[in-house]
T-cell receptor, first 111, second 108 residues
Framework: DTGVSQDPRHKITKRGQNVTFRCDPI?????LYWYRQTLGQGPEFLTY????????KSRLLSDRFSAERPKGSFSTLEIQRTEQGDSAMYLC?????????FGPGTRLTVT | KNEVEQSPQNLTAQEGEFITINCSYS?????LHWLQQHPGGGIVSLFM???GKKKHGRLIATINIQEKHSSLHITASHPRDSAVYIC??????????FGQGTRLTINP
């Protein structure tokens, strides 16, 4: 257990539905990251927050994706109108300085 | 071409063998991470290094900044070392760029 938690761990949804994932970072960490990992590939950067400010977004993050970190603590990642191509593992990580601590991930399956 | 390339992509070895996984990168970095991912998804950081060599138990990581290359070695490999090993480089403001991973299987 790295101290970073994610909920839910698994989500199965039908195409076109909206889903929301939550990440709770290590409490003193001010940076929080979201990554996406498809089968057989390394993770890809989606977005990152410093405290409550979203400082960078990948081009992978289409307008169907939105992420928030309203009080600089937990973060949510919402996917609207899910597509089958959204099926992946969504990973959250937090860091205070350099080393990133990863959560267990949320595996999304869109049917 | 990916910014971070790992080799081999898959590696199968017998228990006790010495294992080497290589990582080459093409971008400027502030540090390099070696990560371990077990089935089920959880990722654990093994090493973060910006120069030289680090050792932790049976694991050794080296980096050559001039050549933009890093290696992860496992001595006296064991079936419990079976996992995916991922090289990731830290760019700029703490953003990680990942290799595609090396799937390691150690047979008893």
């Amino acid at each position: 257990d790295t101290g970073v938690s994610q909920d839910p761990r698994h989500k199965i949804t039908k195409r076109g539905q909206n889903v929301t994932f939550r990440c709770d970072p290590i409490s003193e960490h001010n940076r929080l990251y979201w990554y996406r990992q498809t089968l057989g590939q390394g993770p890809e950067f989606l977005t990152y927050f410093q405290n409550e400010a979203q400082l960078e977004k990948s081009r992978l993050l289409s307008d169907r994706f939105s992420a928030e970190r309203p009080k600089g603590s937990f973060s949510t990642l919402e996917i609207q109108r899910t597509e089958q191509g959204d099926s992946a593992m969504y990973l959250c990580a937090s860091t205070g300085q350099y080393e990133q601590y990863f959560g267990p991930g949320t595996r999304l399956t869109v049917t | 071409k990916n910014e971070v390339e790992q080799s081999p992509q898959n590696l199968t070895a017998q228990e006790g063998e010495f294992i080497t996984i290589n990582c080459s990168y093409s971008v400027g970095i502030s540090a390099l991470h070696w990560l371990q991912q077990h089935p089920g998804g959880g990722i654990v950081s093994l090493f973060m290094l910006s120069s030289g060599k680090k050792k932790h138990g049976r694991l050794i990581a080296t980096i050559n900044i001039q050549e933009k290359h890093s290696s992860l070695h496992i001595t006296a490999s064991h079936p419990r070392d079976s996992a995916v090993y991922i090289c990731a480089v830290l760019q700029g403001a703490q953003k990680l760029v990942f290799g595609q991973g090396t799937r390691l299987t150690i047979n008893p």
